[in-house]
């Protein structure tokens, strides 16, 4: 009987493995179908034009350094915003509160290319001129501070009250609470959300090319409307785009490994 | 709305009627915690309605109740995590009266700290902080409240942890650790600052039936040594054992305290023995 179970049990083992495994072919299966069958489009619809590719593309790639740095300095502002914004959110200020919840729904409530159009076109109208990379990260910071104003809240909110209470009972004033108790527990719900932002940053970046910012697709549509061929430079900067957003997910992903694992981590060699 | 309501808030601390100090503590001794006319409003929930409750140094003083008769609320509102519609609080020297307008400014605040030093909390849901190790959960209000040097409160938590049983826990993290441990662990936390009072919230209410008793034993032992305690909990056996005093608590105000052999075995209220009638047929060990 004993033996008949266990044979049994070995046997559900190895169908299941034997099913997944078979899952994972198809899945990668119809992943290649698809590259396959994109690439087969470029190549029949667009005759090639290898030497015309070789051309752009290096002039398209040098496009990412200022992809890069708007990103970068976008977030980095955006998470200051929105650090500051959660915290007047959760003020029991009614001005601070007003403020901050003003700035979220103004933000949120406008489009961010109207947004951007603001800061390179309008503000030149009351002696504000600022050179296009200065309108493309504080039109993206702006914006995505007020999203991510709302994610921080989220966060801190997401922290149990009873954490709050220990730490009063404790003696700890609020200030205390926060910065001690409260904000390091928040830190590791907010971060996942700041990463996946910055992704997303990356692709929305491609705004600041309305302001003639020469990142990725300014440089794709200026060199291939020269030649009429801006089928093949377009699919040349949706490759890069799609190529550093993967990039930066699977970084992403490792990070939140980490931040989830943390603990574990430092308790083996305890 | 506040300027025409005219509430006398001069207390006069009266002893309930049945209370006197327990038989350990020494003669002309001064109580320790003197919670007076304690009442709280939740809208036009009266959860408190006025309870007193005297502590004298070294006591036990156990508060039973069924669930919702306030006891709860009572105990948060000695240390202000609940902030009463009336009534004054003292602990060892510090006094915080009711402030249901919000007339008094940060002083009060800083006032209501300082009783928080005086009374350590021991919650039912632990309330360990996740982020930091244990001996981290112990030190971090001595270091960052109190002032003290990390080494000075690092030695006093190894003490109390020893206490508890969890020396060999000192670098784990809470979710390393089983519910019974986790208590423990607050124990050793809320005793590493040096209260003059124990506060536990029913302790043992959130614990899997087969860890309560290592949280237990950690209790008596320290009621045993003298430590000046105030439990709300529903463990019977415990409070006949460690209280020294019982106040019996029913829709927020106490009905009968003295001695666990009369309020447990031989209650005079009807409330009192309605209650506990219900813990003997539903299954008292004895």
């Known amino acids: ?270 | 709305m506040s300027a025409n309501v005219n509430v006398d808030r001069t207390h006069v601390h009266k002893l309930h009627p049945a209370e006197k100090p327990g038989i350990l503590v020494k003669a002309g001794a001064e109580p320790v915690l003197k919670a007076t006319n304690v009442t709280k409003w939740f809208g036009e929930n009266h959860v408190l309605r006025g309870a007193s409750i005297t502590v004298w140094p070294g006591e036990t003083v156990c508060i039973l109740g069924r669930s919702g008769s306030g006891k709860s609320t009572f105990l948060r509102s000695l240390n202000f995590l609940e902030d009463p519609t009336d009534g004054v609080v003292e602990i060892d020297g510090v006094t915080v009266t009711a402030d249901p307008f919000h007339k008094e400014g940060g002083e009060r605040q800083s006032r209501i700290r300082d009783l928080r030093l005086r009374a350590g909390m021991v919650f039912q849901e632990f309330n360990l902080f996740p982020h930091l190790s244990v001996i981290e959960n112990c030190v971090e209000a001595p270091v960052h409240v109190k002032g003290m040097a990390r080494k000075e409160a690092e030695a006093i938590a190894e003490k109390y942890l020893a206490k508890v049983g969890l020396s060999e826990k000192r670098d784990e993290y809470p979710s390393r650790l089983s519910g019974g441990q986790r208590q423990r662990v607050a124990i050793a936390r809320a005793l590493t600052m040096q209260p003059k009072v124990l506060l536990f919230d029913e302790p043992t209410s959130a614990l899997d039936p087969t860890l309560v008793g290592e949280v237990l034993k950690v209790m008596a032992d320290l009621a045993h040594e003298g430590r000046t305690m105030i439990v709300v909990t529903h463990e019977m056996d415990f409070a006949h054992e460690a209280a020294d005093r019982v106040y019996y608590m029913d829709q927020g105000e106490f009905a009968e305290v003295g001695p666990p052999e009369q309020v447990i075995d031989a209650p005079k209220d009807p409330r009192t023995k309605e209650f506990l009638s219900r813990f003997r047929t539903l299954g008292s060990k004895k």
């Not at chain 1, 914004?85 to 601070?96: P, T």
């Not at chain 1, 493309?136 to 999203?147: H, K, P, Q, R, V």
């Open chain 1, 1 to 270: 009987m004993e033996q008949d179970a266990r044979a049994l049990a070995q046997a559900v083992a190895a169908d299941e493995a034997r099913r997944a495994a078979r899952w994972q072919l198809r899945f990668r299966l119809g992943w290649g179908l698809l590259i396959a069958l994109l690439a087969g489009f470029m190549v029949i619809s667009l005759n090639v034009e290898l030497d015309f590719i070789a051309r752009a593309t290096p002039f398209i790639i040098e496009g990412i350094w200022l992809t890069l740095i708007v990103s970068a300095a976008s977030i980095v502002l955006a998470t200051f915003l929105a650090a500051v914004g959660a915290l007047g959110r959760l003020s029991s200020n009614a001005i601070v509160n007003a403020l901050a919840s003003f700035y979220v729904s103004f933000f949120r409530g406008t489009p961010l290319l109207l947004q951007l159009l603001v800061w390179y076109l309008a503000l030149p109208q009351v002696g504000i001129i600022l050179d296009p990379i200065f309108c493309a990260i504080g039109a993206l910071g702006m914006n995505y501070g007020a999203y991510m104003t709302e994610i921080f809240r989220a966060g801190i909110q997401a922290v149990p009250l009873g954490q709050r209470e220990a730490a009063a009972a404790l003696g700890m004033s609020s200030r205390t609470a926060f910065l001690r108790i409260v904000a390091p527990q928040a830190f590791r719900i907010i971060v996942p959300a700041i990463g996946n932002d910055f992704v997303a940053m990356l692709k929305d970046s491609a705004l600041a090319s309305t302001v003639a910012l020469q990142e990725i697709v300014w440089r794709a549509r200026n060199v291939g409307q020269k030649e009429f061929k801006t089928l093949q430079t377009f699919m040349i900067a949706a490759m890069i785009y799609w190529a550093l957003t993967i990039i930066f997910s699977t970084f992403q992903n490792r990070i939140e490994k980490r931040l989830a694992a943390g603990d574990r981590n430092k308790e083996t060699k305890g």
